[in-house]
């Protein structure tokens, strides 16, 4: 179900057309600059090093088709008509963090653009759920600086509710309501949140339940459903607020292997659809297929980052290696 302009029904686009006018673009993609906090502008050098880049990379060269299909037409929009996106949609600068005495984030470093996917990968206890739970202010971090979509993460709460509006998250455990079902579960938060007429909540739940692939599950209540049905329902959920961002922090680590693939899935074709994702996951084939960067965590600091080839292929770190081997003998 698509509207004129190629954008899927109610749900917002995750690309923008190619028409300049385009409202649903304008709406999602153009927020009013200073609306609340402190939106950045366009920053002209960013705006002209775009205007330089080269034509995206054939398929031959193993590069991935469609983020060239689908990013650099919203590029293209940005260099036409330019607005606040020419910024990473996150950028993390020297973050720190402590719990009491323990520092749990030692100066993290992450810029990431608009449509990328990063994979989060490191031991246990390095600190990659509290560094994307800083991203929605889940946790506070106490040094450095976090900006998103323009915005920077302070303690004025109008800030944190901005940043939490365009901010999905999954988590390992898919926290669904009970005594709901799964069409309730997914609209809840339009009706109550967005305050959207139950109808339009309905048929945008309806929408993204086909999306996840469970349009049929939508009657059920969740002890009815697979581990993988609901972690998928989370993932409509999250989508359901219409996120610029999605943070997904193991979301398959506590599934049976038969469903692990079908949640991949999801989100790989979430990714194709050009949402921006910061995920934490050891699902190493997800990451080498679907990742733009990944980022290496252990105590607290980002020990490499790179493309998926460089960290699978050329590690630089004695520590990357080390781990990788671990993950990637089982
Ligand atoms: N609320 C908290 N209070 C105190 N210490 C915490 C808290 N949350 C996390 N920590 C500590 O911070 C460190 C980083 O934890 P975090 O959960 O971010 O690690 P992780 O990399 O996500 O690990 P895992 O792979 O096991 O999920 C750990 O040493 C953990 O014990
Ligand atoms: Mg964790």
Same mark, same amino acid.
């Given at each position: 179900?698509?509207?004129?302009a190629?954008?899927p ?7 923008a ?25 366009p ?5 002209a090093r ?37 910024e990473?949609? =996150? ?26 996917v ?5 031991p ?10 800083? =991203?929605?202010?889940l ?18 709460v ?22 709901l ?15 959207w ?21 939508a ?25 610029? =961002? ?11 292997p ?21 995920v ?8 080498r ?14 020990v ?6 460089? =960290?699978?292929d ?17």
């Amino acid at each position: 179900m698509t509207d004129e302009a190629g954008h899927p029904g109610l749900i917002p686009p995750l690309a923008a057309c190619n028409d300049a006018a385009c409202e649903a673009c304008l709406a999602y993609h153009r927020p009013q600059a200073g609306a609340l906090g402190k939106r950045l502008q366009p920053n002209p050098v960013q705006v002209a090093r775009l205007s330089q880049r080269p034509a995206a990379p054939s398929e031959a060269d193993g590069s991935k088709p469609w983020r060239r299909e689908i990013v650099l037409p919203e590029r293209e929009g940005i260099l036409a008509l330019p607005h606040p996106m020419t910024e990473p949609i =996150i950028q993390c600068t020297d973050v720190h963090k402590w719990f009491d005495h323990f520092h749990a984030l030692r100066g993290v470093n992450m810029q990431v653009e608009k449509g990328e996917v990063v994979v989060i990968f490191g031991p246990s206890g390095s600190g990659k759920s509290t560094f994307i739970r800083t =991203i929605n202010r889940l946790e506070e971090h106490q040094q450095g600086t976090i900006v998103i979509d323009g915005i920077e993460l302070t303690h004025d709460v109008r800030n944190i509710a901005v940043i939490r509006s365009e901010i999905g998250m999954v988590f390992q455990s898919f926290n669904l309501f009970p005594h709901l079902t799964v069409q309730q579960n997914v609209s809840l938060a339009p009706i109550w949140v967005r305050k959207w007429p139950k109808d339009k909540a309905d048929e945008i739940a309806r929408q993204l339940l086909e999306r996840v692939g469970i349009p049929e599950q939508a009657e059920k209540y969740p002890a009815q459903l697979s581990g993988g049905q609901q972690q998928r329902v989370a993932i409509a959920r999250a989508l359901a607020m219409q996120p610029k =961002i999605m943070l997904f922090d193991e979301p398959t680590s506590a599934l049976d292997p038969e469903m692990i693939k079908e949640v991949l899935d999801v989100m790989t074709g979430l990714a194709r659809s050009g949402m921006t994702m910061l995920v934490i996951t050891h699902e190493m084939g997800f990451a080498r297929a679907v990742a733009d960067r990944m980022f290496f965590f252990d105590e607290g600091v980002v020990v490499e980052s790179g493309s998926p080839s460089d =960290i699978f292929d050329r590690p630089k770190e004695e520590r990357t290696k080390l781990f990788l081997s671990q993950i990637l003998s089982h």
